[in-house]
């Protein structure tokens, strides 16, 4: 278990959060000591699965290099306990930022909606590990747009 966490759920919620800070603040030194070794993957949304620990934090790599601002918010977590494998869903409720404007002014903010699911293993040392990372994007109806311009009718979803 990590320090402070008095059950398996703790610990495991702890590791979870700790995955989600090291994306913020594009710290792979962390991110690295969270994945386990071997075995794991991921699914970013809108990519294919990327298998072995190098593709893994090669992607994280490539998306903390090329994100200038990101703040996760999670919602719904629901956190489950199997011996020594451990299974997380979440509602990510993303806020990200492009490069700064030319006049030095930030950039523009878009925020977005994932649910993932984050499989965690027992380590030797008894924490908690990585193993794997799904993220789907989550289909969001648009009501603000009028039919007659080219909007969206009941029942379209748009990403």
Same mark, same amino acid.
């Given at each position: &278990? @990590?320090?402070?966490?008095?059950?398996?759920?703790?610990?495991?919620?702890?590791?979870?959060?700790?995955?989600?800070?090291?994306?913020?603040?594009? /710290?792979? /030194?962390?991110?690295?000591?969270?994945? &386990? /070794?071997?075995?794991?993957?991921?699914?970013?949304?809108?990519?294919?699965?990327?298998?072995?620990?190098?593709?893994?934090?090669?992607?994280?790599?490539?998306? &903390?290099?090329?994100?200038?601002?990101?703040?996760?918010?999670?919602?719904?977590?629901?956190?489950?306990?199997?011996?020594?494998?451990?299974?997380? @869903?979440?509602?990510?409720?993303?806020?990200?930022?492009?490069?700064? #404007?030319?006049? %030095?002014?930030? !950039?523009?903010?878009?925020? !977005?909606?994932?649910?993932?699911?984050?499989?965690?293993?027992?380590?030797?040392?008894? %924490?908690?590990?990585?193993? @794997?990372?799904? !993220? @789907?994007?989550?289909?969001?109806?648009?009501?603000? #747009? +009028?039919?007659? #311009? !080219?909007?969206? +009718?009941? %029942? +379209?979803?748009?990403?």
């Amino acid at each position: &278990m @990590s320090p402070g966490a008095g059950t398996d759920v703790e610990a495991v919620e702890a590791a979870n959060t700790a995955l989600y800070d090291a994306v913020e603040h594009a /710290d792979l /030194d962390a991110l690295q000591k969270l994945w &386990m /070794d071997d075995g794991v993957s991921v699914v970013h949304p809108g990519w294919p699965v990327l298998n072995g620990r190098d593709e893994v934090l090669r992607s994280y790599a490539l998306i &903390m290099a090329n994100t200038d601002y990101v703040q996760f918010f999670l919602t719904d977590v629901e956190v489950s306990v199997h011996g020594d494998t451990a299974l997380v @869903s979440c509602t990510e409720n993303i806020l990200s930022g492009g490069p700064a #404007e030319d006049d %030095g002014s930030a !950039g523009p903010l878009v925020g !977005g909606l994932v649910v993932a699911t984050n499989v965690f293993r027992r380590a030797g040392d008894g %924490g908690w590990k990585v193993w @794997s990372h799904h !993220g @789907s994007p989550v289909l969001v109806e648009r009501e603000d #747009e +009028d039919d007659d #311009e !080219g909007g969206l +009718d009941d %029942g +379209d979803v748009q990403l």
